[in-house]
């Protein structure tokens, strides 16, 4: 089978990855080009498109009713808007000389050429799984496609045992945690740091550590698994770091993901030192004119530091998309870069960052001040507040706001979108502290929590030597 090169004024654009970035790039395309101007083919290596992946935890859970729920765009609704979509279809090699990639039916093994004139790489993330015994035995399943989601939810159905171990806490490790408590398993969550969530400070990560002990999850922090352990039928049944087992029906790995980028090293395209693709403002891969990539393959600007991170998240994708598609038809767009910031829950225990960490700015060379306040979502005396714990820091001598952490109970987590915008925007704690923000008793204090820590952190920069 080949797809030899359009002639004439009409261009063929390729993409490689069905779901967030490749298919926001390509419906965007599609939207500023008709198919007379634009021939849009788009590869995807598994069987669902424009999904969320961020919604996983929760359909495994069963806070949400199926896997269907978390998809937005089905392949069949891409064909219709005229983007030629090729399922069970892997891109097996870029030819960045030629401007063509080969491509190979995942079912039938057949291959061939497919030239471009413009190529998206949306090629994603993948899990992390360690090198250790074991690890690819049955019941072992990592976490970041609907594919992956459903090999799970058969393996739960399946499996008569109700034990299951998490490696790994991470923001997937505390999701998947307690999605297996709501399905009665025991579960048992190894983390090879002090503290869960390593995107907060220790201080921080050890406030959820708490809330999922008190859940009933068993926490193994400072452990390093070191084997998976099969039984006779070759299944998972444990799993060992140095000084213990766990005993395991299933294992979920949380290790986290990195950047899935072979393809595109092997054709020689720029990473960066995390492994990501390294684009232009534009997303353009750089030093490339003809090729474009997005989502959790690449690596951004941080605008708080202003070094490259790797931020796999799904609003940054259909970012990237969105920018992408919009140049490929004709049209400019930029994406600036982000600050991290993120949110999550354990139950109704909300945890939310943006900006930088203590050891992100050491990383980064900056001076800072540090504090940490309790407050309320809601004024003290108004009925249903809930404790708040907000950490901040602060640019030593300028004051300019670096980070803030958030945990906390109901109307915790989104206060996080202050402090974000307050970090896109490069403001001092003390312009955060005097920000005009909404009050009402039902909502807040009269002082915001995060501006009660602005407060307090203007206060420490101007005390500090």
């Known amino acids: 089978m080949n797809m030899s090169r359009t002639r004439g004024t009409r261009q063929r654009l390729v993409v490689i990855g069905g779901d967030a970035a490749g298919m926001s790039a390509a419906s965007q395309a599609r939207r500023l080009k008709g198919p007379e101007e634009l021939e849009i ?26 896997r269907d729920e978390l998809i937005a765009r089905t392949p069949e609704e891409h064909r219709a808007r005229g983007i030629d979509l090729r399922l069970r279809t892997e891109v097996t090699e870029i030819d960045t000389a030629g401007r063509r990639v080969r491509a190979r039916d995942v079912d039938s093994g057949a291959e061939w050429w497919t030239s471009y004139d413009h190529l998206v790489i949306a090629t994603g993330a993948r899990p992390v799984r360690p090198d250790l015994p074991g690890a690819d035995a049955p019941g072992v399943h990592g976490v970041q496609t609907l594919d992956d989601g459903q090999a799970l939810l058969d393996t739960l159905t399946r499996t008569p045992g109700r034990r299951a171990v998490v490696v790994g806490a991470g923001y997937i490790g505390v999701e998947m945690a307690e999605a297996l408590i709501h399905r009665g398993y025991e579960v048992t969550v190894v983390n090879r740091g002090g503290a869960p969530m390593s995107t907060l400070d220790a201080d921080m990560g050890r406030l959820v550590r708490e809330a999922m002990s008190g859940m009933g999850i068993t926490m193994v922090d400072d452990a390093e698994v070191t084997k998976v352990l099969t039984g006779d039928d070759g299944r998972v049944r444990a799993v ?44 353009r891969v750089r030093g490339h004119e003809d090729i474009w990539a997005g989502g959790d393959c690449v690596e951004v600007l941080d605008l708080v530091s202003g070094r490259e991170r790797h931020i796999p998240l799904g609003t940054h994708a259909n970012k990237h998309g969105q920018v992408i598609g919009t140049n490929i038809g004709g049209g400019y767009a930029t994406f600036p870069g982000v600050v991290g910031t993120a949110v999550s829950k354990v139950c109704d225990l909300e945890i939310a960052r943006t900006g930088l960490r203590e050891k992100d700015a050491r990383r980064a060379g900056l001076q800072y001040v540090t ?95």
């Open 41 to 66: 083919v788009a590869f995807e290596r598994g069987h669902f498109t424009s999904y969320s992946a961020c919604g996983i935890p929760y359909w495994v859970g069963g806070d949400v009713a199926g």
């Open 240 to 283: 060992a770091t140095q000084d213990a087992e766990y005993p395991a029906d299933v294992v979920v790995l949380g290790i986290g993901v990195r950047p899935e980028t072979a393809l595109a090293r092997a054709a020689g395209l720029p990473l960066g030192d995390h492994g990501g693709l390294l684009t232009d403002l534009a997303m």
């Open 371 to 465: 504090v940490t306040v309790e407050s309320t979502s809601r004024a003290g005396y108004y009925p249903g507040a809930s404790p708040m714990t907000v950490k901040m820091l602060a640019e030593r001598r300028t004051g300019r706001l670096l980070g803030v952490q958030i945990v906390g109970r109901e109307g915790a987590g989104k206060r996080v979108d202050i402090a974000a915008v307050a970090l896109t925007a490069g403001l001092t704690v003390e312009q955060v502290a005097h920000l005009d923000l909404g009050y009402a008793p039902p909502f807040s204090p009269v002082w915001d929590p995060v501006q009660v820590a602005a407060r307090k952190a203007a206060a420490a920069v101007r005390e500090a030597p």
